[in-house]
């Protein structure tokens, strides 16, 4: 949320100087672009940690029940694999980038780590997602990413 405030306060503050006072700041711009990338991967994360992300809700309403455990561990395991693989692709680039950032004088691979740091917080929260995949029953795991349908009785 404060990730999101300072991107708010920045592009208020652009947006004030460049048609309030028809002399933009020149740091807001960029600025802006990096907190609006750290925004999406935060929020990606959190979404991550509370089980908001898209699944495949169709595929698991039709698979039988017996199915569902093995479903539910695969799709992870994919999610982790490709949160761990875009870890390593950040850590790359971080490591290579020896440029500062144009209108601040910071290193640019601040935001690389910052992305390679929740990249890896996402691999993590997989992790222990898997972990409690494993441990429930496939009625705990139906019931738990389906809702009941109109039709059922309490």
């Not at 990096?34 to 935060?42: D, K, P, Q, T």
């Not at 029940?65 to 695969?74: A, H, N, R, S, V």
């Amino acid at each position: 949320m404060l990730l999101f405030l300072g991107l708010a306060v920045v592009v208020a503050l652009q947006f004030l100087t460049r048609y309030l006072l028809n002399d933009s700041l020149a740091w807001t711009e960029e600025i802006a672009r990096y907190l609006l990338i750290a925004v999406v991967y935060s929020g990606s994360l959190d979404a991550l940690r509370r089980q908001e992300h898209i699944v495949l809700t169709v595929v698991y309403r039709w698979a039988p029940q017996t199915d569902l455990k093995p479903l539910m561990i695969l799709s992870e395991l994919a999610t982790f694999v490709f949160h761990a693989s875009l870890t390593l692709f950040t850590i790359g680039l971080a490591l290579s980038a020896d440029r500062r950032m144009i209108s601040v004088d910071l290193p640019k691979d601040l935001v690389y780590w910052l992305v390679a740091t929740l990249l890896f917080s996402s691999s993590w929260a997989t992790l222990f997602r898997i972990r409690d995949w494993w441990r429930e029953s496939p009625e705990q795991i139906r019931n738990r990413i389906l809702p009941p349908s109109a039709g059922d009785a309490p």
